[in-house]
């Protein structure tokens, strides 16, 4: 399969299968004709062709696990293609293009935004050591090997890879540099963890769109909801609104209602909405 023809397939992501792994091996033997010829704008051509596909595949995958309800293995995928867009967009703009790029990195956040994970571990560490991805020779501060972070050589993505380590501490944090450590509950038997997170948003979605490039938007407003739901609470206990540590008497109970997220979707049809008050606290992904 020639590159046209491989371009011609990655174009048609939203309307017909696409076998990636056949286009993997396809993209990896011309890459290594490539190199050999010493063709560097040829491989660094397959090599963004080879970020598409990954990108493309992770989506699909991600969109398929939330409709499966695996929610956690898709938000790591929904991350890997996001990181994979970072690295790629300073290559290949992804505004003009008909691999459906700008489409899956604003959906992606849009995904993201209705996620109920909010809290996420960082750890902190001292990079002893650290070698270039493409020589492998060992960073000194006064003796670089002439790699520049984030180019592309031979078809390959230069990055510093960290071989020698040491952990100094872990954080809690709401932004994280990498997405992929969500803060779980331990199970009660002690091996372990349990998923406790109100996903009731991304299923109400699922139900609206059926395929990977349906078209959908998303509002969040907040408006009062009838005291009369929370009748269970104390004027003591913390505010049912979630975004306060203020009392309820301190805070809502002084109000027409309880202050409460709504999710607006807008899916080819009018929209629609629902109350999420184990959420309330979302906030839209900037």
């Not at 100094?168 to 997405?179: T, Y």
Request: with cysteine; glycine share 4%; hydrophobic share 35%.
């Amino acid at each position: 399969m020639e590159i046209d023809k491989i371009k011609e397939e990655l174009s048609s992501v939203s309307t017909k299968e696409i076998n990636y792994s056949e286009l993997a091996e396809i993209l990896k033997r011309k890459k290594a004709e490539a190199v050999k010829l010493s063709d560097e704008p040829l491989a660094k051509e397959i090599w963004i062709l080879e970020q598409v596909c990954k990108i493309q595949q992770r989506y699909l995958e991600a969109f398929n696990k939330i409709k499966q309800r695996d929610f956690y293995n898709a938000w790591c995928l929904l991350e890997k293609a996001e990181i994979g867009l970072l690295f790629l967009k300073k290559h290949f703009s992804i505004n003009e293009n008909p691999y459906q790029l700008k489409f899956i990195n604003d959906v992606i956040r849009k995904y993201q935004s209705i996620y109920p994970y909010r809290l996420f571990f960082s750890t902190e560490l001292i990079e002893k050591e650290k070698e270039c991805s493409i020589c492998g020779k060992v960073y000194k501060l006064r003796d670089s090997c002439g790699h520049i972070t984030g180019e592309i050589y031979n078809g390959e993505l230069c990055l510093w890879k960290v071989t020698k380590s040491e952990l100094v501490g872990v954080a809690v944090v709401e932004n994280p540099v990498h997405k992929y450590a969500v803060a779980f509950l331990k199970s009660g038997e002690g091996e372990g963890v349990e998923d406790n997170y109100d996903y009731s948003s991304l299923e109400y979605l699922m139900k609206l769109i059926n395929q990977p490039f349906d078209t959908w938007d998303i509002d969040f407003v907040v408006k009062y909801v009838s005291h009369n739901l929370f009748k269970t609470y104390s004027p003591d206990e913390t505010c049912p609104c979630n975004q306060t540590d203020k009392t309820y008497s301190e805070c809502c109970l002084k109000e027409k209602g309880v202050k409460s997220l709504f999710h607006e979707f807008v899916v080819e049809k009018p929209s629609k909405e629902i109350i999420l008050p184990n959420s309330i606290a979302i906030k839209l992904s900037k």
